[in-house]
């Protein structure tokens, strides 16, 4: 197949101090973390719902994705393990611990099934695509040995949710406790059963020094913005608010987290999950915030983790692994009463 690579938007974020930052192996991780138990009964291939009828087959069972590759304006047909080596080289570092690497690779096979079994790519003749504002992040060019054997490893592995495919949501750093869709993601249906707010145990430092400037700045961060900025972005949730020196800010909800879920910006309530798309991600990097005031003319946030805090932490899943958990048992840590289906 011809060398892919999409670099994103996520992609960049997990550069600037996300999950895709290089991590030395062997650092030290928490311990204080109960035993994960997988609580979801064993199922079958047969008992899981997926898209089969919408993907033709590969060799040996393996279906065939058409994917529009962004860099190249065209549509290639490569079967979803080849497609899933690039997007795990895009959504995580290639040389983390390899059951990381593993569950990340779950994930994104569950992730791209889920697509296509809801979604038509906006590419004409393409199943999905290398864009990462549609689909997840890509970089073939970063696909290493290690890459390939978490990919191999879990090969046709999904997670289930009572034999139905779950949004296989992720972020990089949860700030210690995930939260629910609702919460962190201003989701607007009924709350999946899957999810729950579970402590995550990011590890607090890596032992190369740059590496752990990286995770420090994924753990806390602080960001300032101007009162102009601060109104459009109120304004593009349709908040009309005069923002001043002397606009009361507060932080009205909070989800099981922790995280803002409204925030009170001169007695009117603004969605934090969507203020924070408003203001930039990589810059308001979630909404476990700590402090939220006026200072010197600007408005000031500092916070905790990095994304939006549902699913799995990517930084958690690292931090678990090296423990000595299994991907299994870091995928059924955040998501709940699923089960590991090998489907092909």
């Known amino acids: 197949m011809k060398k892919l690579r999409v670099c994103g938007i996520l992609l960049a974020a997990m550069i600037l101090m996300q999950s895709c930052a290089t991590v030395a192996e062997g650092a030290p991780a928490p311990t204080n973390r109960p035993e994960v138990k997988p609580t979801a009964v064993p199922m079958n291939a047969e008992d899981v719902n997926w898209p089969k009828d919408k993907l033709e087959m590969a060799s040996g069972g393996v279906p065939k994705l058409s994917v529009y590759v962004v860099d190249d304006k065209k549509v290639e047909d490569v079967d979803i393990e080849t497609y899933v080596q690039g997007v795990l080289a895009g959504e995580m570092k290639n040389d983390w611990p390899l059951e990381a690497l593993k569950a ?14 809801e979604k038509t790519s906006q590419y004409e003749g393409a199943d ?70 579970v402590d995550s145990g990011e590890p607090e430092t890596v032992s190369n020094e740059k590496d ?38 507060t932080i009205e909800q909070r989800g099981e987290s922790g995280r803002a879920v409204t925030i009170g910006v001169g007695g009117k309530e603004i969605n934090a ?44 899943a690292y931090g678990m692994a090296e423990e000595g958990k299994t991907a299994e048992e870091i995928v059924t840590h955040y998501f709940k009463d699923v089960s590991v289906v090998k489907i092909w």
């Open 273 to 316: 999950a969507e203020l924070r798309m408003a203001l930039g991600s990589m810059k308001m990097r979630s909404t476990l915030l700590t402090s939220l005031r006026m200072e010197n003319g600007k408005v000031v946030m500092e916070g905790k983790g990095y994304g939006h805090g549902v699913g799995m932490s990517q930084w958690g």
């Open 212 to 249: 752990a400037k990286t995770l420090l700045a994924a753990h806390a961060w602080e960001a300032s913005f101007s009162v102009n900025e601060f109104a459009a972005a109120c304004k593009k949730q349709g908040a009309e608010v005069s923002v001043t020196s002397g606009t009361q800010l």
């Open 128 to 197: 999905i695509s290398t864009d990462i504002k549609e689909a997840q992040a890509y970089d073939a060019s970063a696909i290493n040995d290690r890459i390939k054997q978490a990919v191999n490893d879990t090969r046709g592995l999904v997670i289930t949710a009572g034999g139905d495919l779950p949004y296989a949501w992720f972020h990089a750093h949860s700030g210690g406790m995930t939260e629910l869709a609702k919460a962190g993601l201003n989701w607007n249906k009924d709350e999946p059963a899957y999810t729950q707010a």
């Open 104 to 117: 990340q690779a779950i994930l994104a096979r569950t992730f791209v099934l889920k697509f296509i079994e």
